[in-house]
T-cell receptor, first 116, second 112 residues
Framework: KAGVTQTPRYLIKTRGQQVTLSCSPISGHRSVSWYQQTPGQGLQFLFEYFSETQRNKGNFPGRFSGRQFSNSRSEMNVSTLELGDSALYLC???????????????FGSGTRLTVV | QQQVKQSPQSLIVQKGGISIINCAYENTAFDYFPWYQQFPGKGPALLIAIRPDVSEKKEGRFTISFNKSAKQFSLHIMDSQPGDSATYFCAASRNNFNKFYFGSGTKLNVKP
């Protein structure tokens, strides 16, 4: 069965631009979460969506936003990019919100964003 | 404040040896503790997970030991193999939330 698909895999943007990343969850999964991974800060939670509603939000500025569509696909947007936004952005999905082991919480391979 | 602290940052083990990675958490409301394995260029993959009502869980060569009173848990990899060389993350979450707090990661290198 297909895993979590994130597009694009790599992206280079200039400071001040905005970017949109896409995540297609595993078929049947309705909960999608986003994480930022950097060498300095590690894996940090951005937000979680379920049934097109944001359930949780991490401690990131308002430049980071997301949404979920009726088919459970999700997008995250970062506006006014800063150099510090360079990171691997990971998406994870599960059937419903809850502990991954029992609800199939699976990560995609991520989108590597580089801001220059 | 870092909710989950992980050590060591890196670990070198000989093939066949035991790899041990430790984590400590702050929030007593956490009730789900998974371990993830990540290879370069890939997302984290769930290895094994435990709930605080048990003190140990074993799956193949991987064992989680959990000490609720000390708020600590650890991953033991028995008979470590070169293919186990990866970065390992511990994590914690609260009931019914997909908001995971991750440790800082341990880069494991298993020497042949």
């Amino acid at each position: 069965k297909a895993g979590v698909t994130q597009t694009p895999r790599y992206l280079i943007k200039t400071r001040g631009q905005q970017v949109t990343l896409s995540c297609s969850p595993i078929s049947g999964h309705r909960s999608v979460s986003w994480y930022q991974q950097t060498p300095g800060q590690g894996l940090q939670f951005l937000f979680e969506y379920f049934s097109e509603t944001q359930r949780n939000k991490g401690n990131f500025p308002g430049r980071f936003s997301g949404r979920q569509f009726s088919n459970s696909r999700s997008e995250m947007n970062v506006s006014t990019l800063e150099l510090g936004d360079s990171a691997l952005y990971l998406c994870a999905s599960s059937f419903v919100p809850g502990q991954g082991l029992y609800y199939g919480y699976t990560f995609g391979s991520g989108t590597r964003l580089t801001v220059v | 404040q870092q909710q989950v602290k992980q050590s060591p940052q890196s670990l070198i083990v000989q093939k066949g040896g035991i790899s041990i990675i430790n984590c400590a958490y702050e929030n007593t409301a956490f009730d789900y503790f998974p371990w993830y394995q990540q290879f370069p260029g890939k997302g984290p993959a769930l290895l094994i997970a435990i709930r605080p009502d048990v003190s140990e869980k074993k799956e193949g060569r991987f064992t989680i030991s959990f000490n609720k009173s000390a708020k600590q848990f650890s991953l033991h990899i028995m008979d470590s193999q070169p293919g186990d060389s990866a970065t390992y993350f511990c994590a914690a979450s609260r009931n019914n939330f997909n908001k995971f707090y991750f440790g800082s990661g341990t880069k494991l290198n298993v020497k042949p």
